[in-house]
């Protein structure tokens, strides 16, 4: 398999082929929820990129993580996405733990579990 990168559009799938050690080494944020929106993977670059500091491994990541974007324009686009099918959605966000500003690319894309990948890109 080639280099795994932000914009494979078969993101979710490549990083699904990769260990722990590979997942943390990305130079992307990488966030996986289980089907009932619990952390299972929080990778070294979002805890270090996002300001969060840890690992929020077991939280409910829309109340306990980050409840800002337990929004319609993130979560309420997600949940639209599952209800229509596989999850593939790309979403602008502005802000972070440590940066308020910082602009950051999201995608969002369906697990093989049922879960969901979210995948950071901050600029």
Known sequence: MSAVTFGNP???????????????????????????GIVAIYNTTEAIESGYGRRPLGLEFFSHVA?????????????????????????????????RDIAIQVRVQSARDGGIWIFNNRT
């Not at 799938?13 to 929820?33: D, H, M, Q, T, Y």
């Open 10 to 36: 078969d993101l979710a799938r490549r990083v699904e082929s990769l260990s722990i050690g590979e997942i943390n080494a990305l130079p992307f944020g990488v966030i996986k929820l289980d089907s009932a």
């Open 67 to 99: 409840p800002c974007m337990n929004s319609d324009g993130f979560k309420g686009r997600i949940d639209h996405a599952r209800r229509h099918g596989a999850v593939d959605v790309e979403i602008g966000w502005v802000g972070d733990f440590d940066n």
